[in-house]
């Protein structure tokens, strides 16, 4: 089994902000990684898949980066609806997510 | 518009048996994979599996395997997820969502409470 962590579990941050959430895979998935960002209460929503492409319609502050094992979702400027938790996601082999990461203020 | 639909909130006891539906629209359903996933109030998202609807193989998460059964029907673009025998430990809420590996969109979500 493949196995996800993420850092920092939660951080707090402001409007305007630079934050950048970290993933990490116990094995090598190559680029089979995505990003989703959760709202209380709502579906997740995928932001980022092949690690580093940007899903149609979401804006190009979001970015993301890595290979193998280490991959991290940035977020250069830190809006109002960007609160929210984020998940990451393998796929290389089946599916596995990440514990979440709460971005508050 | 790709939509995904699912089926009302349910309140069951333990032992009974429950069928949940994801009713999609807006594109070839038999193309695409529909991936479920489930979450606990307040916790993060596990994988249960996923079903190809082209001729219904399926992969199950193996922490789950037995316990739950993916099918389709595509006459009507609907997928199913069941139980013959739900447990407290089923009370989640579930989510389908399009897509062997990227999930997109999702739908809205089933809550389903399991409790005596």
């Known amino acids: 089994d493949i196995q996800m962590t993420q850092s920092p579990s939660s951080v707090s941050a402001s409007v305007g902000d630079r934050v950048t959430i970290t993933c990490r895979a116990s094995?090598?998935?190559?680029?089979?990684l995505a990003w989703y960002q959760q709202k209380p209460g709502k579906a997740p929503k995928l932001l980022i898949y092949g690690a580093s492409s940007l899903q149609s319609g979401v804006p190009s502050r979001f970015s993301g980066r890595g290979s193998g094992t280490d991959f991290t979702l940035t977020i250069s400027s830190l809006q109002t609806e960007d609160f929210a938790t984020y998940y990451c996601?393998?796929?290389?082999?089946?599916?596995?997510f990440g514990p979440g990461t709460k971005v508050d203020f | 518009e790709v939509q995904l639909v699912q089926s009302g909130a349910e309140v069951k006891k333990p032992g009974e048996s429950l069928r949940i539906s994801c009713k999609a629209s807006?594109?070839?359903?038999?193309?695409?994979?529909i991936t479920w996933v489930r979450q606990v109030p307040g916790k993060g998202l596990e994988w249960i599996g996923r079903i190809d609807p082209s001729d219904s193989y399926t992969n199950y998460n193996p922490s789950l395997q037995g316990h739950v059964t993916m099918s389709v029907d595509k006459s009507i673009t609907t997928a199913y997820l069941q139980w013959n025998s739900l447990e407290a430990s089923d009370t989640a809420m579930y989510f389908c969502a399009r897509g062997p590996n990227w999930l997109d969109p999702w739908g809205q979500g089933t809550l389903v409470s399991v409790s005596s």
């Open positions: 807006g594109y070839s359903f038999a193309s695409y994979w």
């Open positions: 996601q393998q796929a290389n082999s089946f599916f596995t």
């Open positions: 094995h090598d998935i190559k680029t089979w």
